[in-house]
């Protein structure tokens, strides 16, 4: 019995052995933690190898009824440990009951973005991600300042995250292959617990920003009346985290902004 992958859950299953014992190896259980959840494990490849490391216990969360059976027949010792679920609905401040664990997967890459945006809103609970994305989305996460794939999810995960792009994969080790070729990014907590300024308004200046990256900060940050700075000069991407904090601080002072939400970088 073999699951067969669905497009509508985003489903490609990888295939390439060496390329899923990489990646369950990345788990170095920094912040040190006894629980691993993977996310959307499919018919278990890389899963097979998380089991192999006795030092935490994996679980696993699967969308896809026909893979929860799947996995329940073929890794009997996953026993009372598959959870048919969404993990974006997860209440992960109770899903270990408080205990830190760690993320792995192959993630589906038409939920990636989303997934680590829950990742951050648990992020003192989550230290330490390892997985699979679309290559273009991996960069990105990864890119510093000055990159053209320096963006929105650079910088927050960066202000809470060092990030490690780890290696690349082309099509064809997946079933059925993607159009598009995979990254594998490692992301280990970094040691800031406190911003220093409000977390929303810090990401409302980060996503102005970017929202119309074309334009320098001046333009871009118009609706927060901003005394001039240096940095009113210089676009988002050339910003980095401290930059964005500093920006954050003097909108502070500025009095309440409104957090605007924007779904997609410019």
Same mark, same amino acid.
């Given at each position: 019995?073999?699951?067969?992958? =669905?497009?509508?859950?985003?489903?490609?299953?990888?295939?390439?052995?060496?390329?899923?014992?990489?990646?369950?190896?990345?788990?170095?259980?920094?912040?040190?933690?006894?629980?691993?959840?993977?996310?959307?494990?499919?018919?278990?490849?890389?899963?097979?190898?998380?089991?192999?490391?006795?030092?935490?216990?994996?679980?696993?969360?699967?969308?896809?009824?026909?893979?929860?059976?799947?996995?329940?027949?073929?890794?009997?010792?996953?026993?009372?440990?598959?959870?048919?679920?969404?993990?974006?609905?997860?209440?992960?401040?109770?899903?270990?009951?408080?205990? &830190?664990?760690?993320?792995?997967?192959?993630?589906?890459?038409?939920?990636?973005?989303?997934?680590?945006? =829950?990742?951050?809103?648990?992020?003192?609970?989550? *230290?330490?991600?390892?997985?699979?994305?679309?290559?273009?989305?991996?960069?990105?996460?990864?890119?510093?300042?000055?990159?053209?794939?320096?963006?929105?999810?650079?910088?927050?995960?960066?202000?809470?995250?060092?990030?490690?792009?780890?290696?690349?994969?082309?099509?064809?080790?997946?079933? *059925?292959?993607?159009?598009?070729?995979?990254?594998?990014?490692?992301?280990?907590?970094?040691?800031?617990?406190?911003?220093?300024?409000?977390?929303?308004?810090? =990401?409302?200046?980060?996503?102005?920003?970017?929202?119309?990256?074309?334009?320098?900060?001046?333009?871009?940050?118009?609706?927060?009346?901003l005394p001039d700075n240096p940095f009113m000069s210089k676009r988002a991407e050339q910003l980095s985290v401290a930059d964005f904090l500093e920006l954050t601080?003097?909108? &502070?002072?500025?009095?309440?902004? =409104?957090?605007?939400?924007?779904?997609?970088?410019?």
């Open positions: 019995m073999d699951v067969r992958a =669905k497009k509508s859950l985003g489903q490609h299953f990888l295939r390439d052995l060496e390329a899923a014992k990489k990646i369950a190896d990345l788990m170095s259980r920094h912040g040190d933690y006894n629980r691993v959840l993977e996310i959307g494990p499919g018919m278990g490849v890389l899963t097979q190898y998380l089991l192999e490391h006795t030092e935490y216990q994996t679980d696993v969360v699967e969308l896809d009824r026909e893979s929860v059976d799947y996995l329940n027949i073929h890794y009997p010792q996953l026993k009372g440990r598959v959870h048919s679920a969404d993990f974006l609905h997860l209440n992960l401040a109770n899903f270990f009951n408080g205990e &830190k664990f760690g993320i792995v997967g192959n993630f589906p890459y038409n939920i990636s973005s989303q997934i680590l945006f =829950k990742v951050l809103d648990y992020k003192d609970l989550v *230290p330490e991600v390892a997985g699979m994305f679309q290559k273009e989305v991996a960069v990105r996460i990864a890119s510093k300042p000055g990159n053209k794939d320096y963006g929105i999810l650079s910088v927050l995960l960066q202000a809470f995250y060092d990030i490690e792009y780890c290696f690349s994969l082309g099509p064809e080790v997946f079933s *059925p292959p993607p159009k598009v070729n995979s990254g594998v990014i490692r992301l280990k907590r970094n040691n800031v617990t406190d911003l220093g300024v409000s977390e929303s308004l810090f =990401k409302s200046v980060v996503k102005m920003g970017f929202n119309q990256r074309r334009k320098t900060l001046r333009n871009a940050l118009k609706a927060l009346q601080q003097m909108a &502070k002072q500025q009095g309440d902004v =409104k957090e605007i939400e924007i779904i997609k970088e410019d």
